[in-house]
């Protein structure tokens, strides 16, 4: 039965659009039961041991959509889980439609002419606010980047709808330590990805103390991965 639906998985998959072609999986764009779809299907990976590598797969992909549905529990919005086909590791996920990745808006906006660093800034306190929310309900999503917060346009809303995709390395922990690391994977991309932009990150970072209600640890410890970092540099 169960590899009769993979098999059915895999016929789908030949006739749909294949978006990316990553390390660990294949990013396609197809039309399932009628709704724009994204699927995101992890392969093997023929250097490890076929069981090891299938035990790792089934926890990325499990992981994945228990992050997803755990956040969206909680009001943060990531797209709907359609469909999860544990045999052949596909998750069917909504596309969300009318969208640009936050990089891409950043990138465009610093090369507009007007008002750019306000509303940096702004893009920015959303954002430590989405992020703030996401740790309090313990989820770290593990692959921080502009690439994988996308922004929905919404005609005049003066709020930025701001959705978090890939939660592929994503796991569920309290520790103010992951936390941190979560904040410092999206710093260290952040100033590499939107050189000179460190007054916007600060302004993420103190909507997020003020958002979270565990910021206190969280920050200390950012602060402390920020300065192991440093000494690493520093000795490399
Ligand atoms: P990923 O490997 O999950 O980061 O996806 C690769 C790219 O596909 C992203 O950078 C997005 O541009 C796009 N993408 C992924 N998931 C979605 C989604 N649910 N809706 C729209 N685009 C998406």
Same mark, same amino acid.
């Given at each position: 039965m169960a590899e009769e639906k993979s098999m059915a998985v895999l016929e789908f998959l030949g006739k749909a659009e294949l978006l990316k072609q990553g390390a660990e999986a294949r990013v396609y764009r197809a039309h399932f039961l009628g709704k724009p779809t994204i699927v995101k299907q992890r392969f093997p990976k !023929?250097? !490890?041991h076929p069981t090891l590598d299938e035990k790792l797969t089934h926890r990325r992909t499990t992981q994945e959509v228990r992050s997803i549905l755990r956040c969206r529990k909680a009001g943060i919005s990531t797209p709907v889980v359609y469909f999860v086909d544990y045999a052949s590791h596909c998750i069917f996920l909504e596309e969300i439609l009318d969208s640009s990745t936050v990089r891409d808006h950043i990138a465009s906006t610093r090369k507009s002419d007007s008002c750019q660093q306000a509303e940096l800034e702004r893009l920015a306190e959303r954002m430590g606010q989405i992020l703030a929310k996401m740790h309090d309900e313990d989820?770290?999503? @593990?692959d921080l980047t502009t690439s994988n917060m996308l922004l929905r346009r919404s @005609? &005049?809303?003066? &709020?930025y709808n701001l959705v978090l995709i890939d939660f592929g390395l994503s796991y569920i922990s309290a520790l103010p330590e992951d936390k941190g690391v979560d904040l410092y994977v999206l710093e260290k991309a952040f100033l590499s990805t939107h050189p000179n932009t460190e007054e916007v990150f600060e302004k993420l970072l103190k909507s997020y103390a003020s958002s979270s209600k565990k910021s206190l640890a969280v920050i200390k410890k950012l602060d402390e991965v920020r300065l192991r970092g440093r000494k690493r540099s520093m000795v490399g």
């Open positions: !023929r250097y !490890r989820v770290i999503h @593990g @005609g &005049e809303q003066a &709020e």
